[in-house]
């Protein structure tokens, strides 16, 4: 088992509860290919989230909504204003490591797929909010 995939399995518990090794998506787009990597162990392959874990982005406000809320969401942690509160047993990481390029590809999958049709999101936009930041 590779490194990841190990991760992968200390997070969800089990290779089937995250759909499968992100290893197995080599062949499909960067978005898709980044969000199987770094989001879908705690959002899952199809977006739904785990109830009381972690919440669903298919149809979720926040992904829908404005871009800057939920590019500030990733890259530092900042509460977007549609993010409903509830008691869950997750925490989300920060994702500021990941670089505009890769935020912009993933944000973009997410905003495209599980039934979301939102515009894509550039890495201009996410850069602009890195150094509004800074
Ligand atoms: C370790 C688990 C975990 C990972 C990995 C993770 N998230 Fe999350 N995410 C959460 C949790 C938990 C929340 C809810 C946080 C809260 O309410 O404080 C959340 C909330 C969100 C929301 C807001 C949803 C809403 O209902 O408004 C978005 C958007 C989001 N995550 C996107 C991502 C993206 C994109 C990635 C990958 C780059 C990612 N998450 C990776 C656990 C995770």
Do not use: K
């Not at 890769?102 to 039934?115: D, K, N, Q, S, W």
């Amino acid at each position: 088992m590779t490194g990841r995939g190990l991760a992968t399995l200390l997070l969800c518990g089990s290779l089937t509860a995250c759909g499968g090794a992100p290893d197995s998506t080599a062949a499909t787009a960067p978005g898709e290919r980044l969000y199987a990597l770094h989001c879908s162990a705690c959002h899952q392959r199809d977006g739904r989230g785990i109830e009381g874990v972690q919440p669903a982005l298919a149809g979720a406000p926040t992904v829908a909504g404005d871009l800057q809320p939920l590019i500030r969401w990733v890259l530092f942690g900042e509460r977007p204003p549609a993010l409903v509160s509830q008691r869950r047993a997750s925490v989300m990481p920060v994702f500021g490591w990941l670089s505009d390029d890769e935020v912009a590809a993933i944000l973009t999958h997410v905003r495209g797929a599980f039934g979301n049709g939102s515009t894509p999101v550039t890495a201009a936009m996410v850069g602009a909010e890195r150094r509004l930041r800074h």
